[in-house]
């Protein structure tokens, strides 16, 4: 990641971008045709066992946790990379937490929603919640993490694999039950954006563009080229 213009930004991770406004595009017909709960009612109806153990594991890699773990490894290897994945995630985090606690406090998750209407299939192991579900906090910190990833390779098809791995760890959501469709969609949203949040703080922010020690990595004791 270099102080490039926001346009080459972007014409550089197509691969990663322009897919994901295909996604856009869809998922706003989906949602605009159809009820939050009929799109949940048709992908609960088709769970099966493999499939359970699958996203049960999967949807671990959009964790808070997993991000920041990701962030510091980073971090070691070259600050500013580090810092992208941390202010991402953290831009990502504070908005998803605050709109779920104020602004949509009242909306529910699934398992709360249907109770009493209809029998959900839930997967075992997994615990879930009942409130707060708009937006998708795991959704969020996904696209905001692959994103971050895509912007620091230059390979197209590892661009596309990630943009693909968010997606599926969004979709894990909706699958375990834990979010709506509608969750996961502004997640995602919110996600990229604060990638592209981020990215401004650290290309136009004096402390971060003066500041040479952004591109020294910890773990090599040098500064990267």
Known sequence: MNNSSFSTLLKKNLAFLSPYLVFLGVGGILISLHSK???????????????????????????????????LLFLLIRIRSGLLIAISGLIAGVVTQTLKHTVFSDLK????????????????????YSGNTFPSGHSASAFALYLSLALLTENKLLKFSLFLIACIVAFSRIYLSQHFFNDVYAGSILGILSVLGAWLILTRMKPFTQAVWMNHSVFLKKKLS
């Not at 009612?41 to 996203?55: R, S, V």
């Not at 998750?109 to 879930?128: D, S």
């Open 109 to 128: 998750r699934p398992v709360k929603f249907f109770e009493g209407i209809y029998q959900l299939h839930l997967v075992p192991g997994v615990n879930n």
């Open 37 to 71: 709960a009929g799109i949940h009612i048709y992908i609960n109806e088709h769970t099966q066992g493999l499939a359970d153990t699958f996203f049960r594991l999967i949807t671990n890699l959009g964790d808070g946790l997993f991000v920041a773990i990701l962030a």
